[in-house]
């Protein structure tokens, strides 16, 4: 299983990212998808996650400036970054579950905001 994030880097406050979250050797279709986050010297905390059947929930610390979403024709998560400012500054990481058997961590993409 491998999930392969990407789309990271530097941004002015403001600006907009997207980030990608690639899956392969699952069957992506049926796993919900959820990314996470970690800023400097703080715990890992959710920012977005979509079921399978496409509904999705927001940190209230990002919602109406973050979109998550998928395409399961390319199996790949995706999160829409408008508005960021400097708390948003963290490594960011996809993860993939499906009940709880099934839970798969991706390698972080680090977003940096500067003022």
């Known amino acids: 299983v491998q999930l392969q994030a990407s789309g990271g880097g530097l941004v002015q406050a403001g600006g907009s990212l997207r980030l990608s979250c690639a899956a392969a050797?699952?069957?992506?279709?049926?796993?919900?998808m959820v990314w996470y986050r970690q800023p400097p010297g703080r715990q890992r905390e959710l920012v977005a996650h979509?079921?399978?059947?496409?509904?999705?929930n927001y940190a209230s610390s990002v919602k109406g400036r973050f979109t998550i979403s998928r395409d399961n024709d390319k199996n790949t998560v995706y999160l829409q970054m408008n508005s960021l400012n400097l708390e948003d500054t963290a490594v960011y990481s996809c993860?993939?579950?499906?009940?709880?058997?099934?839970?798969?961590w991706g390698q972080g993409t680090l977003v940096t905001v500067s003022s």
């Open positions: 979509i079921t399978s059947d496409g509904r999705t």
């Open positions: 993860n993939a579950v499906f009940g709880s058997a099934y839970n798969y």
């Open positions: 050797g699952i069957s992506f279709r049926m796993f919900d």
